[in-house]
């Protein structure tokens, strides 16, 4: 199956709440990094966490990963509507691999 | 800073004509550029990877004779597809690679999105 799977595949929350988002791969890691898209639009980069890190903070997004469980989430605290978006995380493997492995997303919804 | 942009942002051709898309990066030479393709609510699928002055690599199951990849310069790489056919209608997203050598010699890389072209072949 595909690395990088984002659990759940859909998320509808209330504007102000807490919104989790999960992802699991296979293989090992050089880094894992996570992406937003807006409808029809292109990627834009939100956070990288390296192999060797556990947690990572950056604004309203805090990352963790588990590389024993081979997962990582990430936390969008106070939601706002304009956080609606799709979620992707994406691997970077070991091994000098400059490709990334994307996982199928996660649509996120935040209801003013 | 580390913009990139595609053009066109969205193209409609008829089936058996060749399209071209444009990846630039605006602020940064980019080595190297990678062409992920994306199906309606799927995810990014990546396509091949481009580096300048050399052939691309493809992917596997990704035939190179019908999406050629050319890297001209350090600021450009082109995708055209060839007879696109429509099973080939869908959205081309290019990334370019912008490497940072950080204090103590670390480097990070990242990779910056373009925009994406929408393609739709008629």
């Known amino acids: 199956s595909q690395q990088g799977e984002e659990d759940p595949q859909a998320l509808s929350i209330q504007e102000g709440e807490n919104a989790t988002m999960n992802c699991s791969y296979k293989t090992s890691i050089n880094n894992l990094q996570w992406y937003r898209q807006n409808s029809g639009r292109g990627l834009v980069h939100l956070i990288l966490?390296?192999?060797?890190?556990r947690e990572k903070h950056s604004g309203r997004l805090r990352v963790t990963l588990d590389t024993s469980k081979k997962s990582s989430s990430l936390l969008i605290t106070a939601s706002r509507a304009a956080d609606t978006a799709s979620y992707f995380c994406?691997?970077?493997?070991?091994?000098?691999?400059?490709?990334?492995?994307f996982g199928k997303g996660m649509k996120l919804t935040v209801n003013p | 800073g580390a913009v990139v942009s595609q053009h066109p942002s969205w193209v409609i051709c008829k089936s058996g004509t060749s399209v071209k898309i444009e990846c630039r990066s605006l602020?940064?030479?980019?080595?190297?550029m990678f062409w992920y393709r994306q199906f309606p609510k799927q995810s990014l699928m990546l396509m091949a990877t481009?580096?300048?002055?050399?052939?691309?690599?493809?992917e596997q199951g990704v035939e190179k004779d019908k999406f050629l990849i050319n890297h001209a310069s350090l600021t450009l790489s082109t995708l055209t597809v060839t007879s696109a056919h429509p099973e080939d209608s869908s959205f081309y997203i290019c990334?370019?690679?912008?490497?940072?050598?950080?204090?103590?010699?670390?480097?990070?890389?990242?990779?910056?999105f373009g925009p994406g072209t929408r393609l739709l072949v008629l």
């Open positions: 602020d940064f030479q980019a080595t190297t």
């Open positions: 990334s370019a690679r912008l490497l940072r050598v950080r204090l103590a010699g670390v480097a990070q890389e990242t990779q910056y």
């Open positions: 481009s580096n300048e002055g050399s052939k691309a690599t493809y």
């Open positions: 966490i390296r192999s060797n890190e």
């Open positions: 994406a691997t970077a493997t070991q091994g000098g691999s400059e490709k990334l492995v």
